[in-house]
């Protein structure tokens, strides 16, 4: 059988790793469309999390979007931790990103789909919610309404191309087609015409190109 895949972080003494919150141009955050956060970047040390901490008040105090993905890595932090600094900045969050696994090892929730939104939704309380489920697909919490997604599906392409289904051949629609995907709830809610990963979409028109 092959070996078990083993992830290593070599992150120790990056630049990133060693940012501090002065260190950041805020203005940059204050123009913003949106911001997008990675749970990733708290867990690399405590003045990390200080510049997670200070990023949420500039957006919020600038009435800026904030959108957020647990991406909860064990090597990281504890769940623990992760738990403890979440619970400080997702209060602030409209957009929020988690795994089932992610949601039952960091926020020990576990069941059905409605019963985990339903949970993190006293986390992340005025968040739109997706939650991804592995081969069952995907789900939104969106106001008081639960949107189910597509089953497993592949995708070539996001943003104002169309998604392509692995399942074409039996007629599935792809995340960019299927009117309930937790994507399409997200385009449709949030400020900006397609799903951004990078940390700030910023104000000016040519970002859109």
């Known amino acids: 059988p092959p070996r078990a895949v083993r992830v290593l972080y070599d992150r120790r003494e990056s630049a990133l790793s060693q940012l501090v919150p002065d260190e950041v141009d805020w203005g940059l955050v204050r123009d913003a469309r949106m911001v997008h956060l990675s749970g990733i970047t708290p867990a690399l040390g405590e003045n990390l999390r200080a510049v997670i901490r200070r990023a949420c008040r500039e957006a919020q105090e600038a009435g800026v979007p904030i959108s957020f993905d647990v991406n909860y890595r064990s090597r990281l932090w504890s769940a623990k ?5 979440l619970a400080e900045v997702l209060p602030a969050v409209g957009y929020l990103f ?5 949601a039952a090892t960091v926020f020990e929730l576990a069941g059905p789909p409605e019963a985990v939104l339903n949970g993190l939704r006293k986390i992340a309380p005025a968040a739109t919610i ?4 592995g081969e069952a697909g995907s789900a939104a919490l969106a106001g008081s ?3 189910r997604g597509a089953g ?4 070539h392409h996001l943003g104002r191309h169309r998604a392509r289904s692995s399942r074409r051949g039996r007629g599935a629609p792809g995340v960019g087609e299927h009117r309930d995907s937790p994507l399409t709830v997200w385009r449709r809610r949030a400020p900006t015409p397609c799903l951004y990963a990078g940390a700030i979409v910023p104000a000016r028109e040519e970002s859109r190109a």
């Open 98 to 102: 988690i795994g089932s696994d992610d």
């Open 145 to 147: 309404v639960v949107h």
């Open 81 to 85: 931790e992760a738990r403890d600094f």
């Open 130 to 133: 997706a939650l991804t489920l």
């Open 152 to 155: 497993r599906t592949q995708v």
